[in-house]
């Protein structure tokens, strides 16, 4: 007999919205809603709306990759073409789109405050590694991007090969399977309320788990509509609560939509300082 865990995940991954995401995630969130009491289809329902509200709502279409990588191999041998194609894929997802009007000022004003950085984690990245020509790495930096979209990450890895990057994608649930090698620098851009979302704790184990010297922490300082109500206060308070205690160097950058938190680690005492950038 099938379990009614089985079922529901399988009953998810059927739907094509849902189908490309890491089945572990969406099997304990199938568990996490039969555990409530609720029947197979509610559960069905319940998982669909938590995958929906936590990832699928930050893909603003039909995502076209095989379009999209024949569009860059197109694109790539002319230099000039690049950069405009990028800003045009950037777009497909929230994220991304929400940051392009200050893209450039963005990863500038970041890495003016960082030492160079050789090794890149990108958390939940959806596709911000089409930035990658705007971010100021060094030479043959390597990079990690993790998300739960496997269609999404075959495609940075193909676009990975085409640019030259030393970057490797990988379909992982950063919530029970968070990379932990060391690293010079961990993006977590507008990924903490996401998370929180399906388990209350995961800012916390999400920041307690990545081996980064220093972490870029962002959260979106506006709803997707573009209202205010409050979030920058609220984040920049929970933020405070989930660093309370570190040995670290906080800088605030804020920016149109996002409220950027970039950390330099301490040697692992007590106390630490947050300043405006
Ligand atoms: C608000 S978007 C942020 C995307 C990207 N970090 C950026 O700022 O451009 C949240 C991302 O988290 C991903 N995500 C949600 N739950 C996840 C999980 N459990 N493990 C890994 N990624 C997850 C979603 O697919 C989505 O790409």
Redesign the pocket.
């Known amino acids: 007999m099938t379990s009614p865990v089985y079922a529901v995940t399988a009953a998810v991954l059927n739907s094509r919205k849902y189908q490309a995401i890491a089945p572990e ?1 969406v099997e304990a969130i199938a568990a996490a809603e039969l555990g409530k009491g609720r029947s197979p289809k509610e559960a069905v329902k319940a998982t669909k709306n938590q995958l929906h509200q ?2 699928a709502v ?1 893909q603003s279409g039909r995502m076209e990759y095989p379009r999209w990588l024949a569009d860059l191999q197109d694109a790539w041998p002319d230099g000039a073409a690049r950069q405009p194609l990028l800003r045009r894929l950037l777009t497909a ?1 929230t ?2 789109s929400e ?1 392009l009007p200050f893209l450039d000022d963005f990863y500038n004003r970041i890495f003016a405050l960082l030492p160079p950085i050789r090794s890149v984690l ?1 958390i ?5 590694p089409l930035a990658l020509p705007w971010i100021p790495l060094v030479a043959d930096a390597s990079y990690l991007a ?4 496997s269609d999404q990450i075959a495609f940075l890895n193909d676009f990975f090969r085409l640019a030259g990057v030393s970057g490797r994608g990988e379909t ?4 029970t399977d968070c990379p932990t090698e060391p690293v010079d620098l961990a993006l977590i ?3 903490i309320p ?2 929180e979302q ?1 388990e209350k704790e995961a800012g916390a184990k999400l920041l307690g788990q990545i081996q980064a010297h220093h972490l870029v922490v ?1 959260f979106p300082s506006r709803t997707l509509g573009g209202r205010r109500k409050g979030m920058e206060s609220t984040y920049a308070a929970h933020f405070a609560e989930l660093t309370e205690g570190w040995d670290a160097t906080i800088t605030r950058l804020d920016f149109a939509n996002e409220m950027v938190f970039v950390v330099e680690r301490g040697d692992g005492s007590e106390g630490g300082s947050v300043s405006a950038g």
Do not use: Q
Request: proline fraction near 0%.
């Open positions: 995630l936590s990832a930050y997802h994220s991304t940051r990108d939940a990245c959806g596709l911000n993790v998300d739960i979209f992982r649930n950063v919530l851009l507008k990924t996401c998370l399906i962002s």
